[in-house]
């Protein structure tokens, strides 16, 4: 974990490239996604200034919140399944908000516990099967309905990219994302946040506007 640091402001001045280049305007939040890694990278993450961490799963990511001491923000990136919504109570963000019958489990949830909780939308703008979440054109309508439920701060969209695309079909894809905050917007969301960009693919992220960037392997190596 010697190298972050340096990996981190090495990522950091391409971000801050990125964003100009890309003349959005918008901060952006780089998230370390210290999923398969121990403990000491979200330490060696903080270390080194980043604030905000990631995980997919939610067993793991407790376990790391019982073990580590740091005061970092903590993101759920990954598919999270109905019964284990009252976790999503742990997170700051849950980034992976990807169907109706699971909004509506995280309001029970939020009811029970007096409380609101922040969301993304995930959208799955390539249509790819492998990827979850929300069809793009299925967004106004649920925007709606997600809405009318009132425990749910629906801060804005989540989205993956397929591996290894083309530039073109990337920045395609981040474009949908944009069109569907302004649907979640439109339906009265406090929706700002576009959480995009992984390791292969956050300067053409930032680029097309990214507010969050979900970074694994850049910073921590590969996961084996
Ligand atoms: C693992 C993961 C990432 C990070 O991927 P890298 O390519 O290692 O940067 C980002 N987002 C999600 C949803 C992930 O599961």
Redesign the pocket.
């Known amino acids: 974990m010697d190298h972050v640091r340096e990996t981190v402001s090495e990522v950091r001045s391409r971000i801050a490239a990125a964003r100009s280049r890309g003349g959005h305007g918008q901060e952006v939040t780089l998230v370390a996604?210290t999923?398969t890694h121990g403990p000491d990278a979200v330490e060696a993450a903080y270390a080194a200034g980043v604030l905000d961490v990631?995980e997919?799963k939610v067993q793991e990511a407790e376990g790391k919140m019982a073990q580590v001491a740091v005061p970092v923000r903590w993101h759920l990136?990954?598919h999270l399944q109905r019964n284990k919504a009252r976790s999503a109570l742990r997170f700051d963000l849950v980034?992976s908000m990807d169907s109706e019958r699971l909004a509506a489990a995280l309001h029970d949830e939020a009811v029970k516990a007096a409380r609101s909780l922040d969301v993304l939308l995930q959208v799955n703008v390539s249509g790819e099967d492998s990827k979850g979440g929300v069809a793009l054109a299925d967004v106004p309508a649920l925007a709606d309905r997600l809405h009318a439920l009132g425990t749910l701060r629906v801060r804005g969209v989540m989205t993956?990219a397929p591996f290894e695309a083309a530039e073109a079909t990337l920045r395609t894809v981040f474009a949908g994302a944009r069109t569907a905050r302004v649907a979640l917007q439109q339906a009265g969301h406090p929706a700002e946040w576009l959480s995009m960009g992984?390791?292969?693919d956050y300067e053409i992220a930032v680029e097309e506007g990214a507010t969050h960037v979900?970074?694994?392997?850049?910073l921590f190596g590969s996961?084996t």
């Open positions: 996604v999923k990631g997919n990136i990954g980034h993956m992984m390791s292969g979900r970074l694994g392997t850049v996961r």
